[in-house]
């Protein structure tokens, strides 16, 4: 059984940090592209970050880009996003996500293979 669980969401100020965790599990995880995606209400989604290692890619939108760093532990299954400098418009909810494809302008967007249940990051102004 797949699954991937995150772990770290919640409430801070904005020009804060967090950390969000995700442990995957069920599927040969060196095979993926792991990364987050975000959904706030009456938003579209949006991939907010994304890491291969089949091709080394690491992708962010500008969105996030300079504030928003994701790694991945390839022994342990697990992928982390540390955001820094948060703004009230990064209130969302974060979902951890996998992928067969290979990390691209846009990822996280559209559909992917695998995707947690989310954990709620909630920036106040």
């Known amino acids: 059984e797949v699954q991937l669980v995150e772990s770290g969401g919640g409430l801070v100020q904005a020009g804060g940090s967090l950390r969000l965790s995700c442990a995957a599990s069920?599927?040969?995880?060196?095979?993926?592209?792991i990364g987050w995606f975000r959904q706030a209400p009456g938003k579209e989604r949006e991939g907010v970050s994304c890491?291969?290692?089949?091709?080394?890619?690491?992708y962010y939108p500008d969105s996030v880009k300079g504030r928003f760093t994701i790694s991945s532990d390839n022994a342990k299954n697990t992928v982390t996003l540390q955001m820094k400098s948060l703004k009230p418009e990064d209130t969302a909810v974060y979902h951890c996500?996998?992928?067969?494809?290979?990390?691209?302008?846009?990822?996280?967007?559209?559909?992917?293979?695998?995707w947690g249940k989310g954990t709620l990051v909630n920036v106040s102004s």
């Open positions: 890491i291969s290692s089949s091709d080394g890619s690491i």
């Open positions: 069920g599927f040969t995880f060196d095979d993926y592209a």
């Open positions: 996500a996998a992928d067969r494809s290979n990390c691209y302008t846009g990822w996280g967007q559209y559909d992917l293979d695998y």
